[in-house]
């Protein structure tokens, strides 16, 4: 039966991974297999990443310390495949 089922679905319908940074101001949907470059996201040391260290920095500022919104420092996502 679910043969059947996949034989009738459109010949472009595809599944995909996708990834997306809920730190950065904007939401884009990328295909997992399209991220080509080193990620501090994908690793144990993605607390090096200065995202994740700015959104950390705002749940939990420094009493003395003015935080600046996410992204704002220039941060790029990862490097994408056209």
Known sequence: MKND???KRCPY?????MVFCEAYPVKK???LERVT???HCFGTNFDGCALF???AAQIHPPSNKKVSP???NGVRCPR???
């Open 5 to 7: 089922e996949n034989n």
């Open 80 to 82: 994408i495949r056209p």
């Open 70 to 72: 996410p992204g704002s």
């Open 37 to 39: 470059t080193p990620s």
């Open 29 to 31: 949907m990328v295909p």
């Open 53 to 55: 260290a700015e959104t």
């Open 13 to 17: 319908l595809r599944e995909v991974v």
